[in-house]
């Protein structure tokens, strides 16, 4: 499944972003979709993901309160938005999808290309 990230790009601090992931198709493997995200010389990590069917999510701690994952079904497509951006969010972000909840990078079949986001103090 083909999986299309846009949407990133360069902000001060405290501003806001909104990135998109659109799905070429939605199958039994991409029942959950996840946004992770991987600063230079850091190991790929989870940011949010949300259930396909129930719209259920889960964020990573640092997350919680300023990023918001979102789904549209019509549209296959999934959105973080980011507010109150910080320096240490700057990372290529990814989404991904797989049909095992889960926050290891690893359980996922299908990967975006990567968005930059930078954030400027």
């Known amino acids: 499944v083909q999986l299309q990230a846009s949407g990133g790009g360069l902000v001060q601090a405290g501003g806001s972003l909104r990135l998109s992931c659109a799905a070429a198709?939605?199958?039994?493997?991409?029942?959950?979709m996840g946004w992770f995200r991987q600063a230079p010389g850091k190991e790929r990590e989870f940011v949010a993901i949300?259930?396909?069917?129930?719209?259920?999510?889960y964020y990573q701690d640092s997350a919680k309160g300023r990023f918001t994952i979102s789904r549209s079904s019509a549209k296959n497509t999934v959105y973080l938005q980011m507010n109150s951006l910080k320096p240490e969010d700057t990372a290529v972000y990814y989404c991904?999808?797989?049909?095992?909840?889960?926050?290891?990078?690893?359980?996922?079949?299908?990967w975006g290309q990567g968005t930059q986001v930078t954030v400027s103090s």
């Open positions: 198709a939605r199958t039994s493997r991409t029942t959950y």
């Open positions: 949300i259930s396909w069917s129930s719209g259920r999510t």
């Open positions: 991904a999808a797989g049909s095992t909840l889960d926050s290891s990078p690893s359980r996922y079949d299908y």
